[in-house]
């Protein structure tokens, strides 16, 4: 599995969205902003997002975006299927697909392997939702606030 820059900014717009999710709409301007990502590639990212069901917006001059559905409902590996593809790291991998594309799929000692690879990433990123991520962004915060 690897995450592009798309990937990457899909994931931090989701989690930007989350941990405002409730307070408003946030304008593309803001999110460009805290997320540093430019305009226009925010843009398309954004309509990604929107085709997933995972992003909303509304028009207007008060317009903004805001999540579809609540930080809970919404998982990593969702986010990370819908933009970068399958998570297997082979065709083969998918234990849910017959693969006949290798002629020696039948003997191959890798086959098992990068199935526990793709079964291990699996129960990791569907196992994260995103208001997850909200609590440990708090913590964070919280652990790096301190007295003198």
């Known amino acids: 599995m690897k995450i592009t820059y798309k990937g990457d900014y899909s994931l931090k717009i989701v989690l930007d969205l ?7 709409l946030v304008t593309i301007h803001e999110l460009a ?24 917006s509304k028009r207007g001059i008060n317009g903004g975006y ?10 990593l590996g969702d986010v990370v299927r819908f933009i970068e593809g ?8 998918n234990p849910e697909v017959i693969y006949k594309g ?5 003997k191959c000692v890798f086959k098992d392997i990068w ?10 990123i569907d196992d994260v939702t995103f208001e997850d991520l909200c609590e440990k962004v708090t ?7 301190y007295q003198i």
């Open 115 to 124: 199935r526990r690879v793709t079964h291990s990433i699996s129960e990791i």
């Open 33 to 56: 902003k805290r997320a540093d990502i430019p305009i226009k590639f925010l843009e398309q990212v954004l309509l990604e997002l929107k085709q997933g069901g995972f992003v909303d």
């Open 18 to 24: 989350a941990l405002h999710y409730n307070q408003g």
């Open 139 to 145: 913590e964070q915060k919280k652990a790096m606030v």
């Open 86 to 93: 399958p998570i297997e790291p082979l065709p083969c991998a």
């Open 66 to 75: 805001f999540l579809a559905k609540p930080p809970k409902e919404i998982k």
């Open 102 to 106: 290798c002629a020696d799929i039948y």
